[in-house]
């Protein structure tokens, strides 16, 4: 207990708070690791020199680091402050990652890192100075309606390592230079509908199926006409307002949390808000809901919207919850003053639950709120010891929710200019009204905050969005939640987010699968409210259906053996047309060339008694126009069949041999990795079917990796993620671990459901 308690000591005094303090200690390696990491920094720069900006860097770098036998090199970095930022530690663990040699050079690495790069002001300046003159006329033209982010995404790709937050100051400065102060006009939203075609191959059906009038939503300023919408006086107006600034348009938001990889319950919420929004002529945000700085990073942000466009969609505008951080704060006095929402200083134990006591604070003075809201604003408070609670039930019981807390943690986007973050039950429903979202599409567990949601909107007399709540898609033999898939990746089961047996986005792009197919599985499983749990057979399905008609064939073999065809010349070679797509060959074709010793299937030979090539049995060769037949069986000293020799005719003057098989000449050597499902059981987290864990539940083989199968030359220089059918193997894709020197495949799915599966 001793130990415990001086651990979690150790940890919050370097900057974690005491909850991750306490959910690092559960984790026995990424403990020993930060411990490990902060003695280091200790020895380098004293024990009372670890701040808090060091302390963080520090446990970001353990919690990311696949080789641990740089730690103390990287701590050392980040105690010497050559790692000063989150942009110099990712650069960092990249050039580890790629550099496993010792020892690191460490010139390689100063320059790859921006160690000792110093960024001046007057750079700053004439950076920005130099994007504003490439856009002056558009920016004249727009003013305040020019996308800005555009001018400080350039000026951060000329000044790679200097700090964000003040190319942002610089560029508020100089716009404003050039504009003036913000006219009526700048204040008012755009209203232009998106032309982009967004829409996926297939998505035909999925666009029907989204027509506002199939699925009875209210029309643009016809909020008050659907169930549960609260009417106040100034509604109407409100409105009224609201179709003024957006012509009548459908609005909707994708709003992910970026802590975490989307999976493929997000795919169905993409289609469903970018879909509706595309079928009735409207306009979808993606807004990063981004109000807990402790779990956020620039990975998952990137992969969202990666993710987003993956699918085929186009954003009409990237937004963060996070562009509202003094509105929210403002409202959240407003809140105060009309007396809805007071400072409570119950613990967070104490609040967890549905039956958690009564505050003491309810009944506080609203003007006492007001100066406590303003202290917790200014740092004087500890985490913990203070909180925004607003007075209103929840639907599912829960007593007056937090709308605000304290978090000592620099922001991904805001740094250090706040130390209290909004909750999601603050947050979401007033960025939906700064939006002004038309149709707050959401899955339905969020039912149970729909009263909340219109109350708060109410509570501060602002434009109300109406909430619908949609179905779940959930898959069997999978997990999603984003602490069980990291689990599943720090005790090594998966090597991370994108490994092809997760059910993530990025896995189901790096195992293979197209957009396409995921969009037509989630027009297949419909845009129902009801729940849906779904086999993954039914997703494959529709992989196959896409990948039929665009994957090019080529022939592959897996366990190889050799065949001499010892009546051909030992320098025969004949040029062999393959099409790539047998069904349609005005699709094209490539060539392989046949010599006198190729490679087949183990499984496609047996010494008697088989439907393929046996002793007595020839059999064709796919695409060749040869039959060939055993001679001699070749085998080693454990009996096992290493060679044949076979002597070949043609087809034309060969009796129709009763089976074809694929084969193999001068191929490529490369890496084949075949996946099964991750888990045993249909639902790993159910206590009932796994009493021991989703952990205990790993299928031992999910994983098989063929390190020198042959495939034919065509797929050489192929790009990552083109995708192939091996013929009579199966559907793969380009993996991006490929190099120049050997290629690596992942099997997508086999060509046909297979009934023996687990």
């Known amino acids: 207990l001793r130990a415990y308690t001086d651990t979690l000591k150790l940890f919050t005094s370097v900057g974690l708070s005491e909850q991750k303090a306490k959910e690092t200690l559960r984790n026995d390696a990424l403990s020993s690791s930060f411990k490990e990491a902060i003695t280091q920094a ?18 970001s770098m353990t919690s990311r680091l696949r080789d641990p036998k740089r730690l103390v090199f990287l701590s050392d970095c980040i105690a010497q402050r050559k790692l000063c930022t989150e942009l110099q530690l990712a650069a960092a663990l990249d050039f580890v990652k790629s550099h496993p040699q010792d020892p690191i050079n460490q010139k390689e690495f100063d320059e790859a890192c921006g160690v000792g790069v110093v960024i001046t002001p007057e750079q700053i300046e004439d950076a920005v100075e130099a994007v504003m ?71 035909k059906s999925l666009m029907e199926q989204l027509k506002g009038e199939a699925l009875k939503f209210h029309k643009p300023g016809e909020n008050f006409t659907s ?85 085929g969609y186009k954003p009409y505008a990237i937004t963060h919850a996070s562009d509202n951080f003094q509105q929210l704060y403002d409202l959240a006095v407003e809140l105060i003053r009309r007396g809805h929402a007071y400072i409570c200083h119950q613990k967070g134990e104490e609040l967890k639950g549905h039956n958690a006591p009564p505050s003491p604070w309810r009944d506080r003075a609203t003007e006492e709120s007001l100066v406590l809201f303003e202290r917790m604003k200014k740092g004087l408070f500890a985490e913990g010891e203070a909180t925004l609670r607003m007075k209103m039930v929840m639907e599912d019981g829960k007593m007056d929710p937090v709308a605000y807390r304290i978090k000592y943690t620099p922001h991904h986007r805001t740094g250090d200019e706040w130390c209290i973050y909004p909750t999601y039950d603050f947050t979401h429903c007033l960025c939906d009204s700064i ?110 259906d896409v990948l039929n008609d665009t994957a090019p064939r080529a022939m592959a073999v897996l366990e190889p ?53 046996t002793a007595e049995q020839p059999v064709g060769l796919r695409h060749a126009g040869y039959v ?31 089976a074809f098989i694929h084969w193999v000449s001068e191929p490529l050597v ?29 299928n031992p083989n999910s994983l098989q990796v063929i390190s020198s199968a042959l495939v034919d030359t ?34 997508t799915v086999t060509l046909k459901e297979d009934p023996g599966k687990i």
Not at 271 to 282: D, I, P, R, T, V
Not at 720 to 743: C, H, I, M, W
Request: aromatic share 10%.
């Open 42 to 59: 200790q020895r380098v720069h004293g024990a009372s020199g670890v701040d808090k900006a060091m302390g963080v860097l520090l446990y």
């Open 133 to 203: 003159k490439k856009h002056k006329e558009q920016l004249l033209k727009e003013r305040y309606h020019f996308n800005m982010g555009l001018l400080m995404a350039e000026a951060r790709s000329a000044l790679k390592w200097a700090d964000g937050k003040v190319i942002k100051n610089e560029v508020d400065l100089q716009v404003l230079h050039l504009l003036g102060p913000k006219t009526e006009a700048d204040l008012e939203k755009k209203a232009k509908v998106s032309q982009r075609d967004v829409n996926s191959v297939e998505g």
């Open 227 to 311: 169930e549960g919408y609260v009417v106040t006086q100034n509604t109407m107006k409100l409105l009224a307002k609201h179709l003024e600034i957006t012509g009548g348009q459908i609005r909707t938001r994708f709003p992910p949390e970026p802590n975490g990889i989307l999976h493929i319950g997000h795919a169905k919420a993409i289609n469903f808000n970018f879909g509706y929004a595309k079928a009735n002529n409207g306009i979808c945000f993606l807004r990063y809901d981004d109000t807990n700085p402790e779990k956020e990073e620039e990975k998952y942000f990137t992969a969202i919207k990666d993710m987003v466009e993956w699918l």
């Open 435 to 544: 939006e002004n979202i038309t149709h707050s599409l959401c899955t339905k567990e969020f039912q149970a905050r729909r009263s909340s949601y219109y109350w708060l909107c109410n509570a501060v007399d602002v434009y109300c969005p109406v909430q619908w709540e949609y179905g779940r898609l959930n898959l069997t033999y999978t997990v999603v939640s984003k602490r069980k898939i990291i689990k599943l990746v720090e005790t090594g089961v998966v090597r991370d987010w994108d490994d092809p047996r997760l059910f993530t986005l990025t896995a189901l792009r790096r195992r293979g699968f197209p957009p396409e197919a995921i969009n037509n599985f989630c027009a297949r499983v419909g845009v129902t409210v009801s729940q849906t749990t779904t086999e993954p057979h039914l997703l494959e399905s529709c992989v196959r």
């Open 561 to 613: 053996l050799k065949v001499t065809i010892t009546n051909l010349p030992d320098n025969f070679k004949s040029d062999i047309r393959v099409p790539n797509f047998p069904a349609s060959e005005s699709k094209g074709s490539h060539t392989v060339q046949l010599t006198r010793s190729i490679f087949i299937e183990q499984s496609d030979f047996r010494e008697k008694g088989y439907k393929r090539l």
């Open 628 to 658: 060939i037949s055993v001679q001699k069986v070749i085998k080693d000293s454990q009996g096992k069949v290493v060679e044949l020799e076979v002597t070949c005719t043609t087809s034309d003057t060969a009796e129709r041999p009763k």
């Open 670 to 698: 490369c890496e084949v990795r075949l996946y099964e499902r991750l888990f045993l059981h249909k639902n790993p987290e159910d206590p009932s079917e796994v009493p021991k864990g989703f952990l205990s539940d790993i």
């Open 714 to 747: 065509s797929v050489r220089g192929a790009k990552v993620f083109d995708k192939f059918q091996f013929e009579r193997v199966g559907y793969f894709s380009l993996d991006p671990d490929s190099t120049a020197d050997k290629l690596v495949f992942n099997r």
